[in-house]
């Protein structure tokens, strides 16, 4: 098992008590897209924000590094950022609430819906992920 998918299964073990999704790459990474992520993104609700950064700074064992909105944190190599939502500008305040749970190597990972992830990319204009997401939306739907 590589780094990346070592990483997921660690969040998602360590963070079962925090509001949060996988954003991003990630998000699609783990649905089965066909990419290698540079980083693991996560949004979460503020009021588990302090508890996020508690439980990584002990499970990890270094503090983070703050970066202009996020903490960031390095886990066997993979960088894990992780932001307030509501603070994403590419994100509406209350999509934390569109997050599902997708099944990725025998656990259940919170990712954010797909057609958050679409408008997100669109605001990017990164059509490549557009097509990704659209394309793991459409076989989802058959």
Avoid at 29 to 49: M, Q, S
């Amino acid at each position: 098992m590589n780094e990346l998918n070592q990483t997921i299964l660690f969040l998602v073990e360590k963070l079962k008590e925090v509001d949060y999704c996988f954003i991003g790459s990630a998000s699609l990474f783990i649905r089965g897209a066909k990419l290698n992520p540079r980083d693991i993104d996560i949004l979460v609700e503020e009021k588990d924000f302090e508890g996020l950064k508690t439980v990584l700074t002990k499970e990890i064992g270094q503090e983070p590094l703050i970066k202009e909105n996020k903490i960031v944190y390095s886990y066997q190599g993979v960088e894990v950022e992780a932001m307030i939502a509501g603070v994403d500008p590419l994100r509406d305040p209350g999509c934390l609430q569109k997050k599902e749970n997708v099944e990725f190597s025998g656990i259940l990972a919170p990712c954010m819906c797909l057609p958050e992830e679409i408008l997100a990319y669109q605001k990017l204009g990164r059509v490549d992920r557009v097509e990704q997401a659209e394309n793991i939306l459409k076989n989802k739907k058959t």
